[in-house]
């Protein structure tokens, strides 16, 4: 249980940095996916956290 929680949190690190360096070289429309990939993870994190 708690290593599916530091996984979770690590992919959301994870595809940030890959969403903030797409945009800043590709631009910001080929990197916001990878942003809200991200959203995501942290959000279920956050779901999970206080599930128990």
Do not use: D
């Not at 992919?11 to 080929?30: D, K, Q, R």
């Amino acid at each position: 249980m708690k290593l599916n929680l530091i996984i979770l949190l690590l992919l959301a690190v994870v595809f940030l940095i890959i969403g903030i360096y797409e945009m800043m070289t590709l631009g910001p429309s080929n990197g916001y996916w990878a942003v809200m990939l991200s959203v995501a993870c942290l959000f279920y994190y956050v779901y999970r956290k206080k599930q128990g």
